[in-house]
């Protein structure tokens, strides 16, 4: 099929779905309309965000659904799983091969389940009893620290060392509110305060000092490539089983833009990932790991999940399909590419970028130059059509809810088509919007962190700016509903 004969199915199929749909709850039809009809008319730049294929989208609306399917492939606790064993086992046959690892589970419903199903697979392959039966025996939010404690005890005081969520980490690796920094004493790293960039003797230093069970390496805001080969050197320096987290990268993985050392697969114990950030597929989560480890991870259900998505198994098989085709690699290759473009397009006028720069997908704009907080930028953008999320930053003065960054990711609009030009663009854009912002006050007359004023008409001239290049980089071309 022609991409032109492609689009026009996928419209048919969308047009029915929805004409279906309108007859049981005709608001849920409509919002379904109106969010493609706003996702069209906006600058997607959320890093962690992208535009899966409607082959993708299409596969998870079906009665693969209605399948309760508890276990692993060909050994379910349910009858009549021969389907989904097919699902199951093509999802993970695409995963191996595209990532070269020697297991994949494709099974988690997310980032955060993957991370589960790793965390305890860890624990489970080095401590005899995990204690899980104490987990089961009582609601966790009403464990007390004296609880927490003893069944750290149980779970042999484990510790995990990650990076802290304000250098560009992850609630799951080990941020104290979070699960992953309650089940293990958790220590952090950070990135070093002068040049904003890792510094891989201080995790080493921290590694050597804390001797955790578990080293995490992987963000979700830093703006740079890691050295995994040194990361699992340190890992092992200290007897520690590597986790990468790889959910914002991972296209950037399947696509062979970070090869060698930068590549996680043949270093870490094991990786988790999400599915639908730069990867582009359904909204899930994956975990490859060595053979060593394959039996524990298979034991995440029932050790961490309950029924798997098999329908959004299937539609991962189908993403994975798609990246293993070799338009693809340039697709990855696109998105770093433009990354910098954005990254250049902001510094030549004059703003200022966390590490100074970007050689992945994510760039992190300091919008404290621009005498806004995060808070103030998100919303003044959002005002002209720009869609991006604020952030902290190292040390953020500001906390993690006003934050003084802006967070910015290239993979959903160079799905788009957008290239370098477009993204330079993007950047003066932005920069028109910030610097024709002011921080409100409260209505006390105070300075507030939260209420601001854009300039009239600014907005307005930002919209008509970026239709002109979203015109011309439709999103699902030829998907016309009607
Ligand atoms: N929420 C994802 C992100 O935006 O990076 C990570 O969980």
Known sequence: ??????????????????????????????????????????????????????????????????????????????????????????????????????????QPHSGIDANLVAYWSILAHHIETPGLAKLGAKNVNELSEADWESLRAELGNQRLLGMSLDA????????????????????????????????????????????????????SAYPRRIDFARMREIADE??????????????????????????PVPHAHVVTTTTHKSLRGPRGGLVLAQEEFAADVDRGCPMVLGGPLSHVMAAKAVALAEARQPAFRTYAQSIADNAKSLAEGFLSRGA??????????????DVSSFGLTGRQAESALLDAGVVTNRNSVPADPNGAWYTSGIRLGTPALTTRG?????????????????????????????????????????????????????????????????
């Open 352 to 365: 200022t970028l966390v590490t100074g720069g970007t050689d992945n997908h994510i760039v992190l704009l």
């Open 238 to 263: 200290v007897g520690a089983t590597l986790m990468v987290d790889m959910a914002h990268f991972a296209g950037l993985v399947a696509g062979k833009v970070f090869t060698g050392n930068e590549d």
């Open 1 to 106: 099929m022609n991409d032109e004969t492609l689009a026009k199915t996928a419209s048919s199929a969308y047009d029915a779905a929805l004409e279906v749909i309108a007859t049981v709850e005709p608001r849920i039809a409509a919002a379904t309309r109106q969010e493609l009809a706003d996702q069209r008319a906006s600058l997607k730049l959320i890093a962690s965000e992208n535009y899966a294929s409607p082959a993708v989208l299409l596969t998870m609306g079906t009665w693969f659904s209605d399948k309760y399917a508890e276990g692993t492939i060909g050994h379910r606790f349910y009858a009549g799983c021969q389907n989904v064993d097919t699902v199951e086992s093509v999802a993970a046959e695409h995963a191996r091969e595209l990532f070269g690892a020697p297991y994949a589970y494709a």
């Open 418 to 482: 957008f290239g370098a030009t477009e993204f330079d663009k993007v950047a003066e854009l932005m920069v028109q919007v910030l610097s024709n912002t002011q921080p409100g006050t409260t209505s006390a007359g105070a300075p507030s962190k939260a209420s601001y004023q854009l300039a009239d008409g600014v907005a307005d001239r930002v919209k008509a700016e970026s239709a002109e290049l979203l015109d011309a980089h439709p999103l699902y071309p030829g998907l016309d509903l009607a």
């Open 168 to 219: 560009g980490g992850h609630l799951t690796h080990g941020f104290r509110p979070n699960i992953s920094g309650k089940m293990f004493h958790q220590q952090q790293y950070g990135t070093d305060p002068d040049t904003g960039l890792l510094d891989y003797d201080v995790v080493r230093a921290k590694a050597r000092e804390f001797k955790p069970l578990v080293l995490v390496a992987g963000y």
